[in-house]
């Protein structure tokens, strides 16, 4: 049975004690040798698609992580002040509303967006593919930020457990200080980080069905094209799709196997960033767990 | 005296937590094991009864890693013939099974006994008191800490019955009598002399409680012989174990008591009326300790008032209405000129009491601090006037720690303090402050005889300024050389009996 | 009748307030759809009576609308009619090119029959559609909570019992390998490293299918399997979207964090088994995994299986949830025809924004119900253990 670690203080010590750090470099790695692979392979329009179907798919994620950050931030502390204010009325609209929206399945209420951002698209509204995305992001923050709001609110709840609070407002501390700064800033911003880390991940997930959604068709007057590229949206084209279903001819002819990845390689690409940091993500996150103690 | 020494290492990703090269542990005797908490006594002990994960953290045991040690005769033997009572009783028992479950499981289930145990640890209960508290399960909140503690010393001293036969079994109790007052502190002493007297058992007794010390001296002086006092100290940044004489705690104890204490007629800051009602509960306050008459509760300048209870009585919500943490259904408090009762808001807490005229230092340093801070930022955001900068914050930490702090230290952050230190800068957070009223609860947790001494003398010069202090502590015998008598209080839950005074003033 | 006293008992005044809340929600979002739906209704009303009068200038003989001339001419006719009134004019020739448009494109039209919203058939059909997706949610829900314990605490076990990963092991024999005279590693190294790093790929693959989005999964198997069958469906909903393998997750994450706590010490010093090893005396034998919940008799890990799993309840209802949106996005993606999610989007599509609000509140009653359900078990299982 290998029980052993890694020995010495060589670089693989290092990446394998940070735990999170080692799925970031295959992340990357693997990122970078299929870019290396698609620049060899994938004729040029494609491969410029891909790269900026990327870029698209990381700026909408990083900024629904932004986004979910500030509207967690005020609603789970909003929600803490109000709990312990002297009217629970606020408390109890706020609380009632999240209520609603966290049995709204995610990927209804992205619908939901994408249905008015048509709209939207549809009478000349929004026009810029940067609004766009910003628009996207804003709305899959709000199907998922309150994840961020529980994080928060967890964390305030689990140190008014302790004298931690009560201890610093008899000195005469300012509560807004200790939630914001004590708690918040000084104690929570590997949980917050870690959960950022998912959110990420469920962002590229929601944001790559929906485009796959929504190549069926939301409207008639707004198709594929009208949407920024992204992952989802170059997935669902025809011709990925014609590569991911050659990957049927496996079953039958094992041989196909080296073709797939030279005459099929668009669809297999999108398919492979997708799922790869997909699966890279969550190892990050976990890694981020176990180093950090947080479980 | 038969003694095996130990070298122990323990660090934790790279950071030494404990090193030692010394620890030594006396066969068949009791060894009392004293010094600031957080030093590492817990750690070295766990790392000895082979109960310390290895996937958690890095262990040497007489430069052989932990594994080894783990596989070693003597490890196996302290495991299966031995026990080790934790110190948080809370979450060392199992939220999910009955204590009646836990107090008969692996292998407790083959031990007798139990009966004589239980109720020699509930004096006083009925046997269906004690069945009704097996039926739980535990919870943070139910049964009492105390009673927790009792179920787990319960535990140890079935195995111990059971292992009487035994050449050798060591036994570890750590903090055992944290949760207990003085009468159920003394019931546990005594099975535990009861339990070693006839037998060859290793015993350990983790404790700040330096009143221990007295209690030995005073009821068993034929087993004094096999009890050992030693202290675990960090000298010039090295960890060793030291024999600690009784007698400079007992000499320190003697002197202090023969000071004549009388109680200062000054003016009153705080009064507080004695029926008071929270969570469903009536409490009062009197000066008997009977507790049929009642008086408030009266904090004066410049004298400490000591409010005393047995544990689990309320002392700590007492204090925490007081500072307008808690809501109770019935209250008054008079403070200056203002009045406070059930109905005041909390802001008024906060505008006018909290860090003005009254502050409170909490018994947990640990939750109290936070420990993600570095020291200097302990001061930060409190309403001193003035600035708060690194000088003015050495200058105040130098009063309660043996030197003027480096900088270096300065910038450690809380968590990587022992828990003396934490506990000590602590009461300075509180002690900094110019309020009229400050409340200890437990001021000495966690302190070594050296520090707790230092923590009196503090105490001593503030009353000198003229704060009141208002105490809670188990220190008893520390306390009682503080305070005058008339400045003693008791506080009960409400017998119906007892004349209730006349609140019809409010 | 019996459960409903049950409730009302003043020891249940917590789950009472939590159903109330869930209550309330239904009813709120119960209004906020039944007057969208009402506001669709009287939209469609309306534009019907707007569309027979712009109907009445279609039908009007030799006018091709689609021909220049003939749209000058009427609008010169409109001119003389409503002479100054140029802004109403311009209205009805763009009313009637939209009309024109809608006789293309709109359902209505094409398949000749008059769609007029909510039916009663059109509820019928989505009945029976809603109950077929109940019934692959129910079915799914339930394998992937068995399934994600088991996961988890094979996981866990293999944790205790220090065993490295794969790719760790190969790295970490490469890297201690110690080269020959001339200056090669040992034969031996490289094939066990090699082993060991297909070993890695084969998990990695496998992982990577855990965490493939359905429509990956499906679009690589269509012409080989029928995507569109029921039991298909169930796989997908088992295997794909990171549904089971992030619920596996969360419970190994429960079992971590039980396995730190002191009551575990605690059963150690009474001698409870405390080895991880598959089948040894004081181990964990294999067969355990069939039967977690009784297989952990005399061993520190019951309390900690325990433990979890009561903490696991509430959380399973953010799985159950994210298990939904998995499956809308199997049915969705993979336009399999005549499935509650498919039809949402239909009818999105052709603007029939009253029947994609009632699947949408179906699909919010079908996660509301799965709280309601979890909610009752919690309590029943906190009162269980005195909470």
């Given at each position: 049975?290998?029980?052993?670690?890694?020995?010495g203080?060589?670089?693989?010590?290092?990446?394998?004690?940070k735990?999170?750090?080692?799925?970031?470099?295959?992340w990357?790695?693997?990122?970078?040798?299929?870019?290396?692979?698609?620049?060899?392979?994938?004729?040029a329009?494609?491969?410029?698609?891909?790269?900026?179907?990327?870029?698209?798919s990381?700026?909408?994620?990083?900024?629904?992580v932004?986004?979910?950050?500030?509207?967690?931030?005020?609603?789970?502390?909003?929600l803490?002040?109000?709990?312990?204010?002297?009217?629970?009325?606020?408390?109890a609209?706020?609380?009632?509303?999240?209520?609603?929206?966290?049995?709204i399945?995610?990927?209804?209420?992205?619908?939901?967006?994408?249905?008015?951002?048509?709209?939207?698209?549809?009478?000349?509204?929004?026009?810029?593919?940067?609004?766009?995305?910003?628009?996207?992001?804003?709305?899959?923050?709000i199907?998922?930020f309150?994840?961020?709001?529980?994080?928060?609110?967890?964390?305030?709840?689990?140190?008014?457990t302790?004298d931690?609070?009560?201890a610093?407002?008899?000195?005469?501390?300012?509560?807004?200080?200790?939630?914001?700064v004590?708690?918040?800033?000084?104690?929570?911003?590997?949980?917050?980080?870690?959960?950022?880390?998912?959110?990420?991940?469920?962002?590229?997930?929601?944001?790559?069905?929906?485009?796959?959604?929504?190549?069926?068709?939301?409207?008639?007057?707004?198709?594929?094209?009208?949407?920024?590229?992204?992952l989802?949206?170059?997935?669902?084209?025809?011709?990925?799709?014609?590569d991911?279903?050659?990957?049927?001819?496996?079953f039958?002819?094992?041989?196909?196997?080296?073709?797939?990845?030279?005459?099929?390689?668009?669809?297999?690409s999108?398919?492979?960033?997708?799922?790869?940091?997909?699966?890279?993500?969550?190892?990050?996150?976990n890694?981020?767990?176990?180093?950090?103690?947080?479980? | 005296?038969?003694?095996?020494?130990?070298?122990?290492?323990?660090?934790?990703?790279?950071?030494?937590?404990?090193?030692?090269?010394?620890?030594?542990?006396?066969?068949?005797?009791?060894?009392?094991?004293l010094?600031?908490?957080?030093?590492?006594?817990?750690?070295?002990?766990l790392?000895?009864?082979?109960?310390?994960?290895?996937?958690?953290?890095?262990?040497?045991?007489?430069?052989?890693?932990?594994?080894?040690?783990l596989?070693?005769?003597?490890?196996?033997?302290?495991?299966?013939n031995?026990?080790?009572?934790?110190?948080?009783?809370?979450?060392?028992?199992?939220?999910?099974?009955?204590?009646?479950?836990?107090?008969?499981?692996?292998?407790?289930?083959?031990?007798?006994?139990?009966?004589?145990?239980?109720?020699?640890?509930?004096?006083?209960?009925?046997?269906?008191?004690?069945?009704?508290?097996?039926?739980?399960?535990?919870?943070?909140?139910?049964?009492?800490?105390?009673?927790?503690?009792?179920?787990?010393?319960?535990?140890?001293?079935?195995?111990?019955?059971?292992?009487?036969?035994?050449?050798?079994?060591?036994?570890?109790?750590?903090?055992?009598?944290?949760?207990?007052?003085?009468?159920?502190?003394?019931?546990?002493?005594?099975?535990?002399?009861?339990?070693?007297?006839?037998?060859?058992?290793?015993?350990?007794?983790?404790?700040?409680?330096?009143?221990?010390?007295?209690?030995?001296?005073?009821?068993?002086?034929?087993?004094?012989?096999?009890i050992?006092?030693?202290?675990?100290?960090?000298?010039?940044?090295?960890?060793h174990?030291?024999?600690?004489?009784?007698?400079?705690?007992?000499?320190?104890?003697?002197?202090?008591?023969?000071?004549?204490?009388?109680?200062?007629?000054?003016?009153?800051?705080?009064?507080?009326?004695?029926d008071?009602e929270?969570?469903?509960?009536?409490?009062?306050?009197?000066?008997?300790?009977?507790?049929?008459?009642?008086?408030?509760?009266?904090?004066?300048?410049?004298?400490?008032?000591?409010?005393?209870?047995?544990?689990?009585?309320?002392?700590?919500?007492?204090?925490?209405l007081?500072?307008?943490?808690?809501?109770?259904?019935?209250?008054?408090?008079?403070?200056?000129?203002?009045?406070?009762?059930?109905?005041?808001?909390?802001?008024?807490?906060?505008r006018?009491?909290?860090?003005?005229?009254?502050?409170?230092?909490?018994?947990?340093?640990?939750?109290?601090?936070?420990?993600?801070?570095?020291?200097?930022?302990?001061?930060?955001?409190?309403?001193?006037?003035?600035?708060?900068?690194?000088?003015?914050?050495?200058?105040?930490?130098?009063?309660?720690?043996?030197?003027?702090?480096?900088?270096?230290?300065?910038?450690?952050?809380?968590?990587?303090?022992?828990?003396?230190?934490?506990?000590?800068?602590?009461?300075?957070?509180?002690l900094?402050?110019?309020?009229?009223?400050?409340?200890?609860?437990?001021p000495?947790?966690?302190?070594?005889?050296?520090?707790?001494?230092?923590?009196?003398?503090?105490?001593?010069?503030?009353?000198?300024?003229?704060?009141?202090?208002?105490?809670?502590?188990?220190?008893?015998?520390?306390f009682?050389?503080?305070?005058?008598?008339?400045?003693?209080?008791?506080?009960?839950?409400?017998?119906?009996?007892?004349t209730?005074?006349?609140?019809?003033?409010? | 009748?019996?459960?409903?006293?049950?409730?009302?008992?003043?020891?249940?005044?917590?789950?009472?307030?939590?159903?109330?809340?869930?209550?309330?929600?239904?009813?709120?979002?119960?209004?906020?759809?039944?007057?969208?739906?009402?506001?669709?209704?009287?939209?469609?009303?309306?534009?019907?009576?707007?569309?027979?009068?712009i109907?009445?200038?279609?039908?009007?003989?030799k006018?091709?609308?689609?021909?220049?001339?003939?749209?000058?001419?009427?609008?010169?006719?409109?001119?003389?009619?409503?002479?100054?009134?140029?802004?109403?004019?311009?209205?009805?020739?763009?009313?009637?090119?939209?009309?024109?448009?809608?006789?293309?494109?709109?359902?209505?039209?094409?398949?000749?029959?008059?769609?007029?919203?909510?039916?009663?058939?059109?509820?019928?059909?989505?009945?029976?559609?809603?109950?077929?997706?109940?019934?692959?949610?129910?079915?799914?829900?339930?394998?992937?909570?068995?399934l994600?314990?088991?996961?988890?605490?094979?996981?866990?076990?293999?944790?205790?019992?220090?065993?490295?990963?794969?790719?760790t092991?190969?790295?970490?024999?490469?890297?201690?390998a110690?080269?020959?005279?001339?200056?090669?590693?040992?034969?031996?190294?490289?094939?066990?490293?090699?082993?060991?790093?297909?070993k890695?790929?084969?998990?990695?693959?496998?992982l990577?299918?855990?965490?493939?989005?359905?429509?990956?999964?499906?679009?690589?198997?269509?012409?080989?399997?029928?995507?569109?069958?029921?039991?298909?469906?169930?796989?997908l909903?088992?295997?794909?979207n990171?549904?089971?393998?992030?619920?596996?997750?969360?419970?190994?994450?429960?079992?971590?964090?039980?396995?730190?706590?002191?009551?575990?010490?605690?059963?150690?010093?009474?001698?409870?088994?405390a080895?991880?090893?598959?089948?040894?005396?004081?181990?964990?034998?294999?067969?355990?995994?069939?039967?977690?919940?009784?297989?952990?008799?005399?061993?520190?890990?019951?309390?900690?299986?325990?433990?979890?799993?009561?903490?696991?309840?509430?959380?399973?209802?953010?799985?159950?949830s994210?298990?939904?949106t998995?499956?809308?996005?199997?049915?969705?993606?993979?336009?399999?025809?005549?499935?509650?999610?498919?039809?949402?989007?239909?009818?999105?599509?052709?603007?029939q924004?009253?029947?994609?609000?009632?699947?949408?509140?179906?699909?919010?009653?079908?996660?509301?119900?799965?709280?309601?359900?979890?909610?009752i078990?919690?309590?029943?299982?906190?009162?269980?253990?005195?909470?």
């Open positions: 049975m290998a029980t052993k670690t890694f020995t203080n060589s670089w693989l010590s290092i990446l394998a004690s735990k999170d750090l080692p799925w970031l470099t295959i990357i790695a693997g990122l970078g040798v299929l870019w290396i692979w698609d620049a060899l392979f994938l004729n329009p494609a491969f410029a698609r891909l790269q900026i179907a990327f870029l698209n990381l700026f909408t994620g990083v900024m629904v932004l986004f979910s950050l500030v509207l967690g931030w005020f609603v789970g502390v909003s803490h002040m109000l709990e312990h204010s002297k009217s629970k009325v606020g408390f609209v706020i609380s009632f509303v999240t209520d609603i929206l966290r049995s399945p995610q990927i209804i209420t992205v619908l939901i967006g994408y249905v008015v951002l048509t709209i939207l698209l549809h009478n000349g509204i929004i026009r810029s593919s940067f609004v766009q995305m910003l628009w996207i992001a804003g709305i899959i923050a199907a998922v309150l994840e961020v709001a529980d994080t928060i609110r967890q964390r305030i709840d689990y140190f008014r302790l931690f609070v009560d610093m407002l008899c000195c005469g501390i300012k509560e807004r200080r200790i939630i914001n004590e708690i918040l800033w000084k104690n929570s911003r590997s949980h917050m980080l870690h959960k950022l880390i998912a959110i990420f991940g469920i962002s590229i997930f929601l944001q790559c069905s929906i485009d796959f959604i929504i190549s069926v068709g939301l409207s008639t007057d707004v198709s594929l094209i009208n949407f920024p590229m992204t989802g949206n170059l997935l669902a084209n025809v011709d990925s799709k014609q991911i279903l050659a990957l049927s001819n496996l039958t002819e094992p041989g196909y196997l080296p073709v797939i990845f030279v005459r099929h390689l668009q669809g297999l999108v398919a492979f960033c997708i799922v790869f940091s997909l699966l890279c993500i969550y190892m990050i996150a890694g981020f767990v176990r180093r950090h103690k947080l479980a | 005296m038969n003694e095996r020494k130990y070298n122990i290492r323990i660090s934790s990703e790279g950071r030494e937590l404990v090193a030692i090269d010394d620890f030594r542990l006396a066969k068949s005797a009791i060894t009392v094991l010094g600031e908490s957080g030093i590492g006594k817990s750690l070295i002990l790392a000895i009864a082979g109960l310390i994960d290895p996937d958690e953290l890095d262990v040497q045991i007489d430069g052989k890693p932990y594994a080894a040690y596989r070693s005769q003597e490890a196996i033997d302290i495991r299966r031995g026990f080790f009572v934790f110190q948080e009783p809370s979450s060392h028992l199992n939220p999910l099974a009955t204590l009646r479950a836990q107090l008969r499981e692996g292998s407790l289930a083959k031990t007798h006994d139990e009966e004589r145990i239980l109720r020699k640890l509930w004096q006083n209960s009925t046997s269906s008191d004690i069945e009704s508290i097996l039926d739980v399960y535990p919870k943070p909140y139910r049964p009492s800490g105390g009673e927790k503690q009792r179920i787990l010393a319960a535990m140890a001293f079935k195995k111990m019955a059971a292992s009487a036969e035994l050449e050798d079994s060591t036994f570890i109790f750590d903090e055992p009598t944290g949760n207990l007052d003085n009468r159920l502190r003394n019931e546990f002493l005594d099975l535990l002399i009861e339990n070693f007297r006839d037998r060859t058992a290793t015993i350990v007794l983790i404790t700040h409680d330096y009143s221990i010390i007295s209690r030995f001296a005073s009821t068993y002086p034929a087993v004094s012989m096999r050992l006092y030693r202290e675990l100290m960090l000298e010039r940044g090295k960890l174990l030291r024999d600690f004489l009784p007698g400079e705690y007992l000499s320190w104890l003697e002197k202090r008591n023969a000071a004549v204490r009388t109680a200062k007629k000054t003016e009153t800051i705080l009064r507080l009326h004695p008071i929270i969570f469903g509960r009536t409490l009062s306050i009197s000066r008997d300790k009977e507790g049929c008459n009642l008086e408030p509760l009266v904090i004066r300048k410049g004298a400490v008032t000591y409010l005393k209870a047995p544990s689990g009585t309320g002392k700590t919500t007492i204090v925490k007081m500072m307008g943490l808690i809501k109770p259904e019935k209250m008054l408090m008079e403070l200056g000129s203002a009045v406070y009762t059930e109905k005041t808001n909390r802001n008024a807490w906060a006018g009491v909290w860090g003005k005229q009254m502050t409170m230092v909490f018994q947990h340093a640990d939750e109290s601090l936070n420990q993600n801070s570095k020291v200097k930022d302990v001061f930060s955001g409190l309403p001193i006037a003035g600035p708060m900068n690194e000088r003015t914050i050495a200058n105040s930490i130098s009063e309660l720690f043996e030197e003027e702090p480096s900088r270096d230290f300065l910038n450690t952050k809380v968590k990587y303090l022992s828990g003396g230190q934490k506990q000590r800068l602590n009461l300075l957070r509180s900094i402050l110019h309020t009229d009223i400050l409340i200890l609860d437990e000495l947790n966690g302190l070594d005889f050296a520090s707790a001494a230092k923590v009196i003398t503090k105490i001593e010069m503030k009353l000198q300024s003229g704060i009141g202090v208002l105490v809670i502590s188990h220190n008893e015998e520390i009682d050389t503080l305070v005058a008598a008339d400045d003693i209080y008791y506080l009960h839950s409400w017998s119906p009996n007892c209730m005074p006349d609140t019809s003033k409010r | 009748m019996s459960a409903l006293s049950g409730i009302l008992r003043k020891e249940n005044s917590g789950l009472r307030t939590r159903l109330l809340v869930h209550g309330a929600g239904i009813i709120l979002m119960a209004a906020v759809f039944w007057v969208f739906i009402s506001a669709v209704e009287v939209l469609r009303i309306e534009s019907r009576e707007s569309d027979k009068e109907q009445k200038y279609l039908n009007l003989n006018i091709d609308f689609g021909d220049p001339l003939d749209r000058t001419l009427f609008r010169e006719a409109l001119d003389i009619f409503y002479n100054g009134q140029t802004q109403r004019n311009d209205s009805v020739l763009t009313a009637i090119d939209n009309l024109r448009q809608r006789q293309f494109s709109d359902p209505d039209y094409k398949t000749g029959e008059k769609q007029s919203g909510l039916t009663w058939n059109m509820v019928k059909r989505l009945s029976g559609m809603f109950l077929q997706f109940i019934a692959v949610y129910g079915i799914v829900l339930i394998i992937i909570y068995l994600a314990q088991r996961i988890a605490v094979y996981r866990f076990i293999k944790m205790k019992q220090h065993r490295e990963s794969y790719l092991q190969a790295l970490d024999l490469i890297n201690n110690r080269a020959n005279q001339l200056g090669l590693i040992s034969w031996s190294v490289v094939r066990k490293s090699v082993f060991l790093f297909m890695a790929l084969v998990k990695g693959m496998l990577m299918l855990l965490f493939s989005p359905a429509y990956v999964i499906a679009y690589a198997v269509k012409t080989t399997i029928d995507t569109s069958s029921i039991l298909f469906m169930i796989l909903g088992i295997i794909s990171g549904v089971l393998i992030h619920t596996a997750n969360k419970f190994f994450t429960f079992l971590v964090a039980e396995s730190r706590k002191g009551y575990v010490q605690t059963a150690v010093v009474k001698n409870l088994h080895s991880y090893e598959w089948n040894a005396p004081e181990g964990i034998p294999l067969r355990t995994l069939l039967n977690i919940k009784h297989g952990f008799r005399s061993h520190v890990f019951q309390p900690i299986f325990f433990n979890a799993r009561f903490q696991f309840i509430p959380a399973l209802k953010e799985h159950a994210f298990l939904v998995g499956l809308i996005i199997i049915e969705m993606a993979l336009n399999i025809q005549g499935h509650f999610c498919y039809e949402l989007l239909q009818q999105i599509l052709y603007k924004y009253d029947i994609a609000a009632v699947i949408i509140f179906c699909i919010f009653l079908t996660v509301k119900a799965t709280e309601i359900a979890i909610d078990w919690e309590h029943k299982e906190k009162r269980k253990y005195g909470y």
